[in-house]
């Protein structure tokens, strides 16, 4: 009868002890990281940018966009080398000298707004933490 209460007694505290061990563990979670995107804009014809809002992608997904050059954060990016993407179709002005019947007019040039294709992208390896990224933005394909 001992042997019997003792063998109850202990594949309860083992069923028991199991229970716990089992039901406390909510899973391994990834690492993640905090990525900072800033936006590095090299404009090569010298235009003056209208819009400077950029569409920001990591990994071909889209995450947001940075208005006006604004740093763009990212929380919870898992560790790993990821690929960040930032891209702009937007407006530029220019300055040009109107031609009328052959003959160049002297007046202060005219402001025209020319669309403008932006695109860079950069690959980094997020780590644990804070990270910085410096995304070089080139823009100068007109779009016709």
Known sequence: MR???????LLTALAIFLFLVLTSCNGVTPE?????ITIDENIIMGKKMVLAIYYIYMDDVYQGMSIDLEPFTLAAVPVGVHTFVASNYSLAEDSVNLKYQDNLQKEPAEKIV?????????????????????IP????????
């Open 3 to 9: 042997k019997i209460l003792f063998k109850y007694l």
């Open 32 to 36: 993640t990281g905090i990525v900072t």
């Open 114 to 134: 020319i669309p403008l294709n932006c695109y860079g992208s950069v690959t980094y390896e997020v780590n644990t933490g804070i990270n910085y990224v410096t």
């Open 137 to 144: 933005v080139y823009c100068g394909g007109a779009i016709y």
